[in-house]
């Protein structure tokens, strides 16, 4: 028993010392070259901010209603369509649109994934399982690029409540979450927050 306590101790050891070394390295190691165009999508783009308007309720970052737009943003030509909120016209988010009598309502949160980051809107994971349930399933996504796991802990408690809703799918891809947290470790703001109009 005694073997396997110190076992068990020394791999416990390790593991903390790897984590521990990971996170160190990452904090000292400058980041390569070639994530130049990638920290531009965790950041707001020129064409982003063009398309986008600051929610005066919350101050975060909101696309622009009834819109469909074309962007080229490092993975090809994609393009998205916003439809309004349901409480604010002025304000949009990507969808096909709510479904009032809609047996279940979700609020899809995530990061650029949950987004449809670099697909047409029928592509995005959350239409296709709309699709496949019909109109007993609505399923509504308040992302946008440049979110990532983070911002959630934000932004999920100022929209709750202005989108009815009994489910709450979070989705999110693995393969980016540490670099965003790295890169939003700093910031005082969401990451999709737009700098407020000038005086």
């Not at 070639?34 to 919350?58: C, H, I, N, W």
């Not at 439809?83 to 988010?93: A, R």
């Not at 399923?139 to 709750?160: C, E, Q, T």
Request: glycine share 8%; aromatic share 12%; with cysteine.
């Amino acid at each position: 028993m005694k073997r396997f306590l110190r076992l068990a101790a020394i791999l416990l050891f390790n593991v903390a010392l790897t984590v521990l070394l990971v996170e160190f390295s990452l904090r000292l190691i400058p980041l390569p070259s070639g994530f130049s165009s990638y920290l531009k999508v965790v950041g707001m783009l020129e064409e982003q901010q063009a398309a986008s308007l600051r929610d005066p309720q919350t101050g975060i970052t909101a696309l622009r209603p009834g819109q469909t737009l074309t962007w080229s943003i490092m993975d090809g030509k994609w393009t998205i369509t916003t439809v309004p909120f349901p409480d604010n016209p002025e304000l949009g988010f990507r969808d096909d649109g709510l479904n009032p009598q809609a047996r279940r309502k979700v609020f899809a949160c995530g990061d650029s994934y949950t987004f449809g980051f670099g697909v047409d809107d029928a592509q995005v994971w959350h239409e296709q399982l709309e699709r496949r349930y019909g109109s007993e399933v609505d399923i509504f996504n308040l992302r946008d690029l440049g979110n990532s796991v983070a911002d959630i802990r934000d932004l999920y408690p100022l929209y709750k409540d202005r989108f009815p809703h009994d489910t709450v799918f979070l989705c999110i891809y693995l393969g980016n979450e540490f670099l965003d947290c790295r890169i939003n470790a700093n910031r005082k703001e969401p990451a999709n927050a737009i700098p407020p109009a000038g005086p």
